[in-house]
């Protein structure tokens, strides 16, 4: 038993009359994904005539087998003395492979009939994160301090939007999905796929944080082209295609981030906001210190002002004053000297505990600078552990015997 594909020639009004009474199935729309059609008696005699509409593809189900199936569109016979073609449309390869006999719960179906499946791209299905999902925003990087690169911040979003899909296996979808049904709709797989479609897009958000992309994340919503494409190149819902569906696109309408999250980037924006203010107000005091110090009559004043603004600012140049006024050129050496306290004379630093090498070298580490001598260990009396020179006979402490 099979199904043989009308002539081209044929399919006009010789048959019109005929097909009225062909099993068909009207569109599905976006809202049945398949449908079981036979006739009263529940047997598709030999001859009988199966079209096939767009986007559609026809199994033939005899008493528990599939007996033959076609995704190709056109006009067919069932003629009971043909072997199965198993060969029409986009699932050829698909259908020469299945095994000729399904069962369902165990039990054999006592029935002939045509399941059309609805094979189109279904549209405008919702979905929306019920937990927050981590999400890499490399628009607010933090630096590294150990490797000195950066990392994005870890951020907690929601998202809700709309997804498509479509049935890539109808074989498989019939036996881990619909079954026999009558008519299987959208609604009862969305509901029954909730899980593993927010699953597929926890993983599609990981591919459009990685360093190939760094989509931050309020920008996702304008990024429906980008994320179709990503998707058409990688696998990221297998457990899906292993029933017989595949998602094609996510279009993401909003993303919210958490409290938790929307506090880390006013945190890293406020610093960088804070960063840029200590550089344009530092700016503006090192012209003012320069200003005041040129002021010979003025200066005095001038500083004080200056020390004011500081403290109204919250001391933000306190840590910068020094640098600025150290290197601040005061104009002639008598202005210099009126605002600066002269340095201590012949102000020695204390040396470190210095050693003399044979060589003659001074050094303060363990081994000589220039020969690499080791530095001698120091001679201490046995009895009592005092320093003891190298000429002593005596400890000067104990009175210990040295040599």
Known sequence: MGLIKAAASAIGSTFKDQWKEAIRCEDMGNDILMKKVTTETGVITN???????????AIIYDNGR???ATAEEGVYTFDTSSSPSFFAGQFGAVFKEMWTRFTYNGATSKQQAVFFFNIKEIMGNKFGTPAPVPYRDWEHA???????????????????????????APALFMTKIAGT?????????????RSEVVASFSNVLNSLSDDEYKFPALSLPSKTDEIKDIMSESVFD???????VALVSFAIESVTLTEESNKKIDD???AGDQYQQQGVLTSAYANAVQDAAKNANGSMNGFMGIGMMNMAAGNTFGAVTSNVA?????????????????????????KADTWKCACGTENTGNFCSECGNKKPEENVCPNCKAKVEETDKFCPECGQKLK
């Open 181 to 193: 049904a009558d008519i299987y709709k959208k609604d009862q797989l969305v509901e029954q796929l």
């Open 66 to 68: 599939v007996i033959d």
């Open 268 to 270: 890293y924006e406020l």
């Open 47 to 57: 001859k009988s005539t199966i079209i096939v509409g767009p986007s559609q593809c």
């Open 142 to 168: 933090l630096l590294n301090a150990r490797t000195g690169g950066y990392t994005p911040m870890r951020l907690e979003i929601k998202c809700h939007g709309t997804y498509t899909f479509s049935i890539i």
């Open 238 to 244: 297998e457990p899906l295609r292993n029933r017989g």
């Open 326 to 350: 150290n290197n601040v050129n005061y104009g002639t050496p008598a202005q210099a000297g009126a605002n600066q306290t002269a340095p201590t004379q012949n102000q020695e630093t204390p």
